[in-house]
């Protein structure tokens, strides 16, 4: 900043639009590159069968955990079946009823 013979003073904006323009062009600069650097990422990805290999294991997790879902519900209606649930769950229950009790 600097006055003038009045008093006011004022402010030279060269020197910032000098350094907002420089900062642009890095910027622009550093995207450019970024951009460059991704498409090599993923020509060499595509080129080295990496997605491929992404997808089947993408694949083979979803079809165990697909198996595992299905192991999980068939113990489930077999536990249901016999009545192991509802067992458990009076028992549960009970136990409740009796902690209860014993406070009072």
């Known amino acids: 900043m600097s006055s003038d013979d009045n008093g006011v003073r004022t402010h030279d904006y060269s020197r910032t639009s ?5 900062s642009t062009k890095n910027v622009a ?15 060499t990805l595509v080129r080295t069968g990496a997605f491929e290999e992404i997808a089947r294991a993408i694949l083979e997790t979803a079809i165990a955990i697909r198996g595992t879902a299905n192991e999980v519900n068939e113990i489930v209606k077999d536990l249901k079946e016999r009545g192991t649930i509802k067992d458990t769950g009076s028992a549960v229950g009970d136990n409740k009823r009796k902690r209860k009790l014993k406070r009072q």
């Open 18 to 22: 000098d350094h907002v323009t420089e």
């Open 29 to 43: 600069t550093d995207i450019r590159e970024s951009s460059s650097n991704a498409k090599e990422l993923i020509h």
